[in-house]
């Protein structure tokens, strides 16, 4: 069955700092990768995905994911955190269309605080 | 704004009521998708429609639980009986059918209450 793992419950950063929200996945197949963000009394919105090509995909508020297919892993990175940057991160999977209902599989969350 | 809208966004109701959530998607978006998000939990999937056809339901979703999308356009998830383990998040998305689409639009969610 396909999951997605999101190791860490919380990550902590200081404002101008580099950040990481880590996210590795198990599935069979080509996996299509992706992140969504959800600030308090908000939806999920969608922040960037990966499909096929590059291993390096940006995405929005300056966020770019790194895809390493031997790790399985989908790691959200930006070079320089904000305060406003600080929510919850997911990070989800879906089969490679062929059929398949294109539903995500979610992770349990990170949640990112950036200090002033 | 994602353009999805949900209503009611709060509900609160006594165990043993029924309620019922609506979810109006962007005209555009064929594919529909119901979710139900705990404390501390990610967004568990529930069922999905494409067009008025509803084409998978997660065991999560006992006989309690209906959902509809007649003409396509809006969608309905009731629940019958709640009980207080029904007391979540309940998320709508919508989406485009296709092989190199994925990403959804989620709505704000309606947040059940049973008491």
């Known amino acids: 069955a396909q999951s997605v793992a999101q190791p ?15 996210c590795t996945y198990s599935v069979s197949g080509n996996p299509y990768l992706f992140w969504y963000v959800q600030y308090p009394n908000r939806g999920l919105q969608f922040l960037l995905k990966y499909i096929t090509g590059d291993n390096l995909v940006k995405g929005s508020y300056g966020f770019e ?21 600080s929510a919850l991160y997911f990070c989800a999977v879906r089969l490679n269309y062929g059929g398949a209902t294109n539903k995500l599989i979610f992770g349990t969350g990170t949640l990112l605080a950036v200090q002033p | 704004d994602t353009g ?7 509900k609160i109701t006594k165990r043993g009521q029924n309620v019922t959530f609506r979810c109006d998607p962007i005209s555009e978006h064929n594919r529909l998708y119901w979710y139900r998000q705990t404390l501390g939990q990610g967004p568990e999937f529930l069922t999905y429609f494409q067009n008025e056809a509803q084409l998978e339901k997660s065991r999560l979703l006992s006989d309690r639980f209906s959902a509809e999308r007649p003409k396509g356009s809006f969608s309905t998830l009731e629940i019958q009986r709640t009980e207080q383990g029904d007391s979540a998040m309940y998320l709508c998305a919508g989406g485009l059918a296709g092989p190199d689409t994925g990403e959804l639009f989620f709505g704000e969610g309606s947040r059940l209450t049973v008491l």
């Open chain 1, 8 to 22: 860490e419950d919380q990550v902590n950063v200081a404002e101008g700092n580099p950040l990481t929200v880590k």
């Open chain 2, 4 to 10: 999805v809208s949900q209503d009611p966004r709060h």
């Open chain 1, 65 to 85: 994911a790194e895809f390493n297919k031997s790790q399985t892993s989908f790691h959200l990175k930006k070079p320089s955190a904000l305060v406003s940057d």
